[in-house]
C-alpha cells in the first residue's frame, strides 16, 4: 500500500513533543530534525531498464546535550514510544561522553526567510507518471546511440527527489522547508579495445520543466566523448592550462574542503592560519550563497536553524572567511556562516565569480597548452594544498584544439594555481552547487612521456 506523505503539522507537533519529553528527561538542550521523502530513479542501459526505484523514506535524528555533553540517536520508525525510548537512552549516553565547553546549540537562528521565493520546490514534480520519466531516460540513451561512433553506453539516468523536513530545538526554533530535485544523465563510449574513450553529460535542477530535454543531453555527452578519440602522448612540459567548467568545479571543491572550519580548527588545511592574508590574484573572488532563488545549494537555514546568507570566502585574491558550523564557529572564536551540514560544514552555493572572456576567446588567446576535460585518481592534499591527478584533455597550438591527449598527469598547488589564473570566463551556469567558469592558469606541470 502507497504510505501518504506526513502533513507538515503532524511532523511539527511529534518534533515539539520529542522535545518536551527529552527536556523533562534531563536534557539540557535538544535539536530535533524530521524528514520525509520521496525518490525516484531508474538507471537504463543498452535499451532496458537496469535498476528501478521508487521509496517514500522518513527518519528522525535528535541531537541531545546534557552538561555540555552530547549524544546522537536516529530512527526510521516515527512510533512516538520507540523515539521516547531513544531519548532515554540518549540521555544516559550523554553522561558518559566527554564534556566539551563548544557544545550547545546556536544562540541565534534564522530570520524569516520567504522561502517561496528561493524557488526550491517543484509541487508538479509529485505528478509526473513514472512512465514518462522511465521513456525519457531510454530516449536519451537511444539518441546518443544512434552516432555511430558512439561503441557502448555507461547508461542514462532519471532521477526525481522531493523532500520536506521539519528542525526544531529547545530553544523555540521551529521551521520546515520543501525541496525538490531532479537530474538526467547519460553516459558514453567510444573507441576500440585499445582505444577506448568515454564521457557523459547531465542536467540537473530543483523544477523538472527546467531539465534540458532528452536531445541536449546527448548531444552534449557524445560532443564530449567523440571529442577525445585518438588521443596522442605528449612530453613533459609546463604550459598555460585552461580548467572547462566541470574542472574549475572540481578545483572549487577542493578550495571548499580546504576552507571548511573543521579542517582548519583541527589543523588539517593548509590555510589554518592564512584568514586575511592573499591566496590568490585579483582574478579570484569566491563566494558561498544560501539564498541564490532556485539554485541547487539555496537553502534558507542550514542543519543546525542558522540563516544562510552570502559569505565572500575570498575576495579579489584575499581568504576573508572559512566556512563554519556553530561548533567550528566556537572553537575558532568566530561567527557562524550558516554552513552546518550535519555534523560537518558544507558549501551551499559556491562559485567563482564569473569575467567577461568567453571560452573561445580564452583558447584563442593561447599559443601552446592544454585544456583540461577530465581527472583521475586522488592526489588532492589540505594539508599542504598540493595537486596531482590523471588528466585528459586537448592539446592547443595557435589559439585553436589541435588534437586530444591522454595519459599525462598535471600537478601543481591549489595555491599558486589561484595565484596564477590569468583569464576567467564568462560561462558561470550554476549546473552543481560547487561551480565556476572557464579558467586559464599561465602555467602547470603536464607530466607525460
Not at 274 to 285: A, D, F, P, Q
Amino acid at each position: 500500500m502507497k504510505q501518504e506523505k506526513c502533513p507538515l503539522e503532524e511532523l511539527s507537533h511529534l518534533a515539539e513533543k520529542l522535545i518536551s519529553f527529552a527536556r523533562r528527561g534531563g536534557a539540557d538542550e535538544v535539536e530535533v530534525t524530521i524528514g520525509d521523502g520521496r525518490e525516484f530513479s531508474v538507471d537504463v542501459r543498452l535499451g532496458k531498464i537496469e535498476n528501478l526505484v521508487q521509496a517514500q523514506t522518513r527518519a528522525v535524528s535528535l541531537r541531545l546535550i546534557k552538561d555540555k555533553r552530547t549524544a546522537f540517536a536516529s530512527s526510521s520508525d516515527l512510533n512516538f514510544d520507540t523515539l521516547k525510548r531513544l531519548i532515554k537512552q540518549a540521555i544516559e549516553r550523554a553522561k558518559l561522553a566527554n564534556r566539551d565547553p563548544h557544545s550547545g546549540l546556536p544562540a541565534s537562528f534564522a530570520r524569516r526567510v520567504d522561502t517561496h521565493s528561493l524557488k526550491l520546490y517543484d509541487p508538479e514534480m509529485a505528478v509526473i507518471d513514472p512512465d514518462r520519466k522511465i521513456r525519457l531516460a531510454l530516449e536519451t540513451e537511444r539518441i546518443a546511440l544512434q552516432d555511430k561512433r558512439i561503441t557502448n553506453s555507461h547508461g542514462a539516468s532519471l532521477v526525481t527527489n522531493e523532500g520536506l523536513t521539519v528542525l526544531a530545538n529547545s530553544k523555540g526554533f521551529l521551521a520546515s522547508l520543501e525541496q525538490t530535485f531532479c537530474s538526467l544523465s547519460v553516459g558514453l563510449q567510444a573507441g576500440e579495445t585499445d582505444n577506448l574513450v568515454e564521457d557523459y553529460w547531465f542536467s540537473a535542477d530543483r523544477f523538472f520543466h527546467r531539465l534540458e530535454p532528452p536531445d541536449e543531453v546527448a548531444k552534449k555527452a557524445v560532443q564530449r566523448t567523440i571529442r577525445q578519440l585518438r588521443p596522442r602522448k605528449i612530453k613533459t612540459q609546463t604550459v598555460p592550462v585552461i580548467f572547462e567548467p566541470s574542472m574549475t568545479a572540481w578545483l572549487l571543491g577542493f578550495l571548499s574542503v580546504c576552507v571548511s572550519g573543521v579542517a582548519v580548527y583541527q589543523k588539517a588545511t593548509f590555510l589554518a592560519d592564512r584568514l586575511g592574508s592573499r591566496i590568490g590574484n585579483e582574478n579570484v573572488t569566491v563566494i558561498d550563497d544560501g539564498l541564490l532563488p532556485g539554485r541547487l545549494g539555496s537553502r534558507p537555514f542550514d542543519t543546525e536553524g542558522v540563516a544562510c546568507r552570502r559569505t565572500v570566502v575570498v575576495d579579489k585574491g584575499i581568504l576573508r572567511h572559512f566556512l563554519l558550523n556553530t561548533y567550528a564557529a566556537r572553537k575558532l572564536k568566530l561567527r557562524s556562516t550558516g554552513n552546518a551540514d550535519g555534523t560537518g560544514v558544507s558549501p551551499n552555493n559556491f562559485y567563482l565569480l564569473p569575467g567577461s572572456a568567453s571560452p573561445d576567446d580564452i583558447i584563442a588567446s593561447t599559443k601552446r597548452g592544454f585544456l583540461l576535460i577530465r581527472t583521475i585518481g586522488h592526489g588532492l592534499n589540505p594539508v599542504t594544498g598540493d595537486i596531482s591527478r590523471g588528466a585528459f584533455g586537448l592539446w592547443v597550438e595557435d589559439g585553436h584544439i589541435a588534437y586530444p591527449v591522454s595519459e599525462v598527469t598535471i600537478s601543481g598547488n591549489l595555491e599558486g594555481i589561484l595565484k596564477n589564473i590569468e583569464q576567467v570566463g564568462n560561462d558561470l551556469d550554476f549546473r552543481t552547487p560547487v561551480c565556476g567558469p572557464t579558467i586559464k592558469v599561465a602555467e602547470l606541470t603536464v607530466a607525460g612521456l
